[in-house]
């Protein structure tokens, strides 16, 4: 790969578009993922994933817009793209009549690359027999075939969609061992995800999409940071009337949402100058209270149901 490339993000896309029919999958989507990072594509089902990375690997063609993938373009270059990156799609479809060591030859012969030792080590670390047929296998265990077959030509690109479905925790502990691995000898890690602790656990940075649009893209602890914390209040106690003055203090509040009332108190997301919290809860005969960053689940499902943008 020429210098000129090298020097261009793992992934760009401007004003990338793609509708099917009348359908939207994206639209008017701008990312940047530079090369080294770990970054988290966040969003449920439907939200336009899967449209942008089929894009990104040159599996459909974009409607409008651009995107580069390793300095090449997805549709001119599919096969230089596939080349140097491991593409692990979210539901992996395999012959079932071959052994698990017939695919993973497969797909390094398709690369022409002799991949067996680094196949073998990934085999022994996921657990998984090369000697079973496709057919005898668990949905956890085909999932660990398109795994292996995505890493163990150990190319400087991963994008992965929604890659831990199937697998039990030990197993997802050990794959995201890998990808730290990977990514520490420089690799880029582009990660589709629904599951926000995986996100947030592994990513430096992510962006959130929503109905084919990005709404926020920051690093994941500003993200967390930026829109709100959660607040934990108590009281001395409900026959004291303090919790009732409490949940008057906190519908006065501006920037609140998010409340649960307890007997001794109250959790809330609050948005606002903290100073004004502060105040408002001066008059109240408190015992104890907490002031944290709220968790990325939190931060989500604000975007999505609170229709917030950023």
Known sequence: ???????????????????????????????????????????????????????????????????????????????????????????????????????????????????SNEAEKLCERLRLDRNKKISELSFGNRKKVAIVCALQHKPELYILDEPTGGLDPLMQREFFTILKERNRDGATIFLSSHILSEVQQHCGRAAIIREGRIIACDNVSELIKANARRIKVRTESVSSGENSRLMDIIGRLNAVRDVKQHDDGADFLYGGDINELIRGLSDIRLTDLDISEPELDEIFMHYYQDGGEA
């Open 1 to 115: 790969m020429n210098a000129a490339r090298t020097e261009r993000p793992a992934i760009k896309a401007e004003g990338l578009t793609k509708y099917y029919g009348k359908s939207r999958g994206i639209t008017d989507l701008d990312l940047t993922v530079k090369r080294g990072e770990f970054f988290g594509y966040i969003g449920p089902n439907g939200a336009g994933k899967s449209t942008t990375i089929r894009i990104l690997t040159g599996l459909i063609k974009r409607t409008g817009g651009r995107a580069e993938v390793l300095g090449m373009d997805p549709e001119a270059d599919k096969e230089a793209i596939l080349a140097n990156v491991g593409y692990l799609p979210s539901e992996a479809v395999f012959y079932q009549g071959l052994k698990v060591k017939d695919i993973i030859r497969l797909s390094a012969d398709l690369r022409k690359m002799d991949c």
